[in-house]
């Protein structure tokens, strides 16, 4: 069951933060829409409507929840640029993926968030210094300040997290 629920395993935030990983990092989310549609457009709305694991989300509430996740991603990146160290508003994720428009709207719409905020997140990070990499914002359930390269790893994470929860689906149910 760890593995369904944690393909890519969890994630391990690094002992120190490179050029490197960062860049990595960036690659990973500014990839990522083209991986997603890859993977999701052509599926019918059985397959979309499948659940990646038992008792997980379907493959349509996990698009839908990237688009969700990533849009509170990117605010909480501008935040941190904006203000000093804010603390963010955490929101109860596994409420809105059950949520109507998680459960049951096509996902062309997710896909839509989806590229137009990884276009303007990516635009964003790669424009940022070292000095902008270390501010952050404090997250009230892990009870700690996240600087925005940890937070740019995490969510690189995110994404190859849920990337593979949909390819290792298609994999053992032999969807094309």
């Known amino acids: ?26 690659s990973v989310i500014e990839n990522f829409p ?11 709305d059985e397959q979309l ?4 694991r038992p008792e997980g989300w379907t493959v349509r509430q996990v698009v839908h929840h990237c688009a ?3 849009m509170n991603a990117f605010i909480r990146l501008k935040l941190a640029l904006s203000e000093e160290t804010p603390t963010i508003k955490p929101y109860t994720e596994a409420l809105w ?15 839509q968030i989806i590229e137009g905020v990884h276009t303007r997140w990516t635009t964003l990070l790669k424009s940022m210094t070292d000095i902008d990499l270390k501010r952050g914002f404090i997250h009230p359930e892990k009870g700690r300040e996240l600087s925005l390269h940890e937070s740019t790893d995490m969510y690189a994470w995110h994404c190859n997290h849920h990337l593979a929860h949909i390819t290792a689906l298609k994999k053992r149910k032999d969807w094309k």
């Open 97 to 111: 993926a059950e949520m109507d428009d998680a459960k049951h709207l096509p996902i062309h719409s997710s896909f």
């Open 49 to 52: 409507d499948t659940p990646y």
């Open 34 to 44: 083209k991986k997603i549609k890859q993977e999701t457009e052509n599926l019918s």
């Open 1 to 26: 069951m760890e593995e369904l629920k944690y393909p890519v395993g969890q994630y391990i935030k690094p002992a120190a933060f490179t050029k490197e990983i960062l860049s990595t990092a960036i």
């Open 68 to 70: 969700d996740s990533h």
